[in-house]
C-alpha cells in the first residue's frame, strides 16, 4: 500500500514564499515520478508541477512557472514544492500524488496518478 503525506502549507502574503514537502512510502520512491496539483474553491482540480523519477525531468504549469520550483530528495524519499512569489490565485488546497507505474506520461493530467495525499491547505493573502 503506498501512502502519501503532504505536509507545509500554510498562510502567507502576498509575494512571500512557502515549501511544501510530500512524502510516499510503502514502495521504492525513486522508481516513480511526483506531481503536486492544486483545488481551489469554485475551481476544477488544476495541474502545477510534475517530477521525473530521476528528478531530471520537471513540468509545470504556466500559471506557476518561474515562480514555483518541484524538487525532490530520493535519500529522504520526499518530493518538495518551493512556492515562491505567492499570489492571492495561489490559495487552494495543494496534493501531492505519485502514480502506479514507472516511465507514467502525461504527467499534467490528473489521470496519471493513481496515490493521493490528503491535501494541505495554503492560503495567501493580499
Known amino acids: ?3 502519501v503525506v503532504a505536509s507545509g502549507g500554510g498562510l ?3 509575494g512571500g514564499s512557502l515549501r511544501l ?3 510516499a512510502s510503502g ?3 525513486s522508481r516513480y515520478a511526483m506531481g503536486w496539483f492544486r483545488l481551489a474553491p469554485g475551481k476544477e482540480r488544476e495541474f502545477v508541477a510534475a517530477i521525473s523519477a530521476s528528478g531530471i525531468n520537471t513540468a509545470y504549469a504556466d500559471s ?3 515562480r514555483f520550483t518541484i524538487d525532490r530528495d530520493n535519500a529522504k ?3 518538495y514544492l518551493q512556492m515562491n512569489s ?3 490565485e495561489d490559495t487552494a488546497v495543494y496534493y501531492c500524488a505519485t502514480p502506479l507505474s514507472y516511465g507514467t506520461p502525461r504527467l499534467n493530467h490528473a489521470g496519471a496518478y493513481d496515490y493521493w495525499g490528503q491535501g494541505t491547505q495554503v492560503t495567501v493573502s493580499s
Open 1 to 3: 500500500q503506498v501512502h
Open 12 to 14: 502567507a502574503q502576498a
Open 21 to 23: 514537502s510530500c512524502t
Open 27 to 29: 514502495r521504492t520512491f
Open 64 to 66: 506557476v512557472k518561474g
Open 77 to 79: 524519499n520526499t518530493v
Open 86 to 88: 505567492l499570489k492571492p
